[in-house]
């Protein structure tokens, strides 16, 4: 069962149609809950098999970011169904890897379908990225891929990962981050009526922007080392997406996730991957 207070509602169609045995779903979103990338958008063929790939790409991306070497001890907060930690698995032989995740319906898929191999070590735990149930400086690598805008407080969570990072400890993410303009829509659009971007999604805020990450490391004891918007080559994810909802009956998932793609054509909504260090 998923904690009380938290609302979901895209990850409860995903896991429904999971326990069904929906093969499409199961390729798409099985391993990766996230958007792909395609170095080469215009080749992409607009296939779940294609997609699958493109999302295994992104989570390669971004944690190829932070540098991960053989030995590091690696947390994957917002971990979802293990697709990080699935990747670095096969890529790594000795890495002490943790799942953190607030759904322990996910945890439970995790867990299931996630095995070491080699030399690796694999726990998968339920816990909040705004307090982390880790000892102070005790990983090497933290990542939060394609997650950290559900998360109370990106504050919050920056604290924490600095507290339990060691020293040379790093820190990967992947969000998506507005513009000025389109955050200030944001929040005069939020004076009166819910978050543009809430509701399928669950409780997302997508009003930072590029400058905010900037002053958040500094104020938090990082500094920015990485940084690459990937927008363009994110964008034939939208399609599948509303592919495969609509497949699933979802229409309320297809139309957001329509609006969100029209936004980021606009390009007010940019999809970014930052890397960060520990400010010595």
Avoid at 4 to 9: F, K, L, Y
Avoid at 131 to 148: G, K, Y
Wanted: some cysteine; hydrophobic content about 40%.
């Amino acid at each position: 069962m998923r904690p009380a207070n938290i609302s979901m509602p895209y990850f409860d169609i995903l896991l429904e149609q999971l326990s069904l045995g929906e093969a499409t779903v199961q390729q798409a979103f099985g391993r990766h809950v996230h958007w792909g990338y395609w170095a080469n958008p215009d080749q992409a063929d607009g296939s779940v098999e294609d997609f699958a790939i493109a999302t295994e790409n992104l989570c390669q991306r971004v944690y190829a970011a932070t540098g991960v070497k053989e030995h590091d001890r690696l947390l994957d907060a917002g971990c979802g169904f293990g697709g990080a930690i699935a990747s670095l698995n096969e890529q790594f032989q000795t890495l002490d890897m943790t799942g953190l995740n607030i759904d322990p319906r996910q945890l439970d898929r995790a867990r299931q379908t996630v095995q070491p191999l080699a030399n690796n070590q694999i726990e998968f735990i339920e816990g909040n990225a705004c307090q982390l149930p880790f000892a102070n400086q005790s990983m090497d690598v933290v990542l939060a891929v394609e997650c950290i805008f559900h998360f109370p407080s990106r504050e919050e969570f920056f604290r924490e990962v600095r507290r339990v990072l060691r020293p040379g400890g790093r820190l990967g993410i992947c969000d998506f981050v507005s513009t000025p303009v389109f955050k200030a829509f944001q929040q005069l659009l939020a004076t009166f009526t819910k978050p543009m971007l809430s509701g399928t999604f669950g409780r997302v805020n997508s009003c930072f922007t590029l400058s905010d990450y900037r002053a958040l490391a500094q104020k938090t004891g990082f500094r920015l080392t990485f940084q690459e918007d990937i927008t363009r080559q994110t964008l034939p994810t939208y399609p599948i997406v509303c592919h495969v909802f609509n497949q699933a009956g979802s229409l309320k998932v297809v139309r957001d996730v329509a609006a969100i793609e029209k936004i980021s054509q606009f390009g007010l909504l940019r999809y970014v991957i930052l890397s960060f260090a520990i400010e010595e």
